[in-house]
């Protein structure tokens, strides 16, 4: 069972940046896959970025080019760096991992096993 929890989150004004971490108990096996998504209250939880095994990323189009995701294998953290913040990305961010995910379907919910509890960003 992996486990999985998220910090970083806060209020921040439009433009601005925050990072977002989230430390894995483990990196490999069951966690080999790791992404980031958001829930607004309501709404669908909709994936943001997704970290493959290679290194490579892939983003939502709504973050492309602000959001950046990454990870520190020796401390199993995983990271969100947000850059250039608007309204419209205010939600709880979550982080997720699996085993494996379907090559086309990277950053749908359905593809993760773990999650964490959720870290509140709001942009104003």
């Known amino acids: 069972h992996v486990q999985l929890v998220e910090s970083g989150g806060g209020s921040v004004q439009a433009g601005g940046s925050l990072r977002l971490s989230c430390v894995a108990s483990e990196f490999t096996g069951n966690a080999r896959y790791m992404a980031w998504f958001r829930q607004v209250s309501g709404k669908e939880r909709e994936g943001v970025a997704h970290?493959?095994?290679?290194?490579?990323?892939y983003y939502a189009e709504s973050v492309r080019g602000r959001f950046t995701i990454s990870q520190n294998t020796a401390k199993n953290t995983l990271y969100l760096q947000m850059n250039n913040l608007e309204p419209e990305d205010t939600a709880m961010y979550y982080c997720a991992a699996a085993r494996t995910v379907y090559a086309g379907d990277v950053l749908g919910k359905n593809q993760y096993e773990y999650w964490g509890q959720g870290t509140q960003v709001t942009v104003s």
């Open positions: 970290l493959d095994t290679d290194g490579s990323a």
